[in-house]
């Protein structure tokens, strides 16, 4: 079956830190995978995606994530966070196979920023 | 700039009320979304759409139904809402190929009270 595992619910960094989120999924063949963000009361917003080609994607905020198929991960980084930053962050794989396109959605990582 | 354009922010409802959520897009997307947002509980699907007039049980369906009757707007209803209702509310909506590589475009979500 096809899923989405974020094993990190809150995270607690300093500013000026350094950030990773974690994103490991079940699919059976190469995903377009992407990663979200919420800020509080919010909708989600598309931070990166990935699809094909180069690895490593840049996104918007300066984050980037690294897909990497031997262990079946989608890590979004960011070199120095900004309180900014503190959200929700939802990483997600589709499209879902059986016929109708949807994505599946992690359960979320909640970031606290530190000043 | 504005692309999923749900109704309503904030809405505050009586139990056994009939409530309906709008969602609107511009983008001509063939998918359309409903999601509920819960602390700890993470996107939880309630209905889908893949084309007009067409619709689809997703994870959560009892206690809501939609409707689809024109590509841009999705609708949905809570035919009579009762207190474990209350939540945020999010729609998306979904290209078919090419653009399943753009991801879901999100509503800002509609924080429903039902008291």
């Known amino acids: 079956a096809q899923s989405v595992t974020q094993p990190d619910i809150h995270i607690t960094v300093s500013e000026g830190a350094s950030l990773e989120l974690r994103c490991n999924y079940s699919?059976?063949?190469?995903?377009?995978l992407f990663w979200y963000v919420q800020s509080p009361g919010q909708g989600l917003q598309l931070l990166l995606k990935?699809?094909?080609?180069?690895?490593l994607v840049q996104g918007i905020k300066g984050f980037e994530a690294e897909f990497k198929r031997s262990q079946s991960s989608f890590n979004l980084r960011k070199p120095s966070v900004h309180w900014s930053d503190a959200a929700e962050y939802f990483c997600?794989?589709?499209?879902?196979?059986?016929?109708?396109?949807?994505?599946?959605f992690g359960a979320g990582t909640r970031l606290a920023v530190h000043p | 700039d504005v692309k999923v354009t749900q109704s309503s922010r904030y809405l505050v409802k009586r139990t056994g009320e009939k409530v309906f959520l709008e969602c609107v897009q511009d983008?001509?997307?063939?998918?359309m979304f409903w999601y509920r947002q819960d602390p700890g509980l993470g996107l939880r699907l309630i209905y889908f759409s893949y084309d007009v007039k067409m619709k689809e049980k997703g994870d959560i369906p009892e206690g809501y139904s939609v409707s689809r009757e024109k590509k841009e707007r999705f609708s949905l209803i809570l035919e009579s809402a009762s207190t474990n209702q209350t939540s945020m509310y999010l729609c998306a909506s979904w290209g078919r190929a090419p653009r399943v590589k753009d991801g879901y475009t999100f509503g800002s979500g509609t924080r429903l009270t039902v008291v």
């Open positions: 983008m001509d997307h063939e998918n």
């Open positions: 990935y699809f094909s080609g180069d690895t």
């Open positions: 997600a794989v589709g499209p879902v196979s059986g016929g109708y396109n949807k994505l599946i």
């Open positions: 699919y059976g063949a190469t995903p377009y």
